[in-house]
Structure formats: structure tokens, C-alpha cells
């Protein structure tokens, strides 16, 4: 079966910089883009970033244009996102998803999830 598996979460101060990774496995990994959301407590998931099939494409949500990377390695089955001058207001946690669909933003495009990892910003 399909499994997403998230790791590299933690505690971290304000400004401090954290990578998180998703690896998959049980799909054809090349075949999907891949998205990356967080849920922080009392509030809806969010979209985060995503990354086309091949790598070549990337989409941000406003909030961390700028200050987080995804990347993946297909070689690898593995998606990650690289997350630079972290804020308080980050904290959550954070979902890999894979998606059929290119340029997908909405959770409801994404048909595989992982369980999560927290990530906590201290100020």
C-alpha cells in the first residue's frame, strides 16, 4: 500500500532554520506531484508548497515565498522542504500529500497523505 512518511520535525527558536522529508513509498513516485501543508491547532490545513512530477515546476503559498524550498529526489522517493528564517506563527504540523494532478494547491487534489510531523517555533 501507499505510505508517506515524514520526518525532521521539531523545536526550534525564531530564525532558526529546519528540513523536514517525506518519504514514499507504494507509487510510482515520479508520477505524482507533491504538496507539503501544515495544520496549526484550531485552524483549517493549509497549503504550503508543491512540486511538479519532474521537479521542474515549484508553488509557494504567500506566506513562506521566500523562506522555504521544496525539492524532491526521485531516485530517492523523496520529498523536502527546506525552511529558512522560521516565525512563531509556523508552527504546526506539517503533511506530505501526492497528487495526480500538476500545479495541484487544494487538499482536496491530493489523494495520498502522511501522518505528520510537528514543527514548533519558539519566539
Known amino acids: 500500500q501507499v505510505q508517506l512518511v515524514e520526518s525532521g520535525g521539531g523545536l526550534v527558536q525564531a530564525g532558526d532554520s529546519l528540513r523536514v522529508s517525506c518519504a514514499a513509498s507504494g507509487l510510482t513516485f515520479s508520477s505524482y506531484s507533491m504538496g507539503w501543508f501544515r495544520q496549526a491547532p484550531g485552524k483549517d490545513r493549509e497549503f504550503v508548497a508543491a512540486?511538479?512530477?519532474?521537479?521542474?515546476?515549484?508553488f509557494y503559498a504567500d506566506s513562506v515565498k521566500g523562506r522555504f524550498t521544496i525539492s524532491r529526489d526521485n531516485a530517492k522517493n523523496t520529498v523536502y522542504l527546506q525552511m529558512n528564517s522560521l516565525k512563531p506563527e509556523d508552527t504546526a504540523v506539517y503533511y506530505c500529500?501526492?497528487?495526480?494532478?500538476?500545479?495541484?494547491?487544494?487538499?482536496?487534489?491530493?489523494?495520498?497523505w502522511g501522518q505528520g510531523t510537528q514543527v514548533t517555533v519558539s519566539s
Open positions: 512540486i511538479s512530477w519532474s521537479g521542474s515546476s515549484t
Open positions: 500529500a501526492a497528487s495526480g494532478t500538476y500545479a495541484a494547491t487544494g487538499p482536496h487534489q491530493y489523494v495520498y
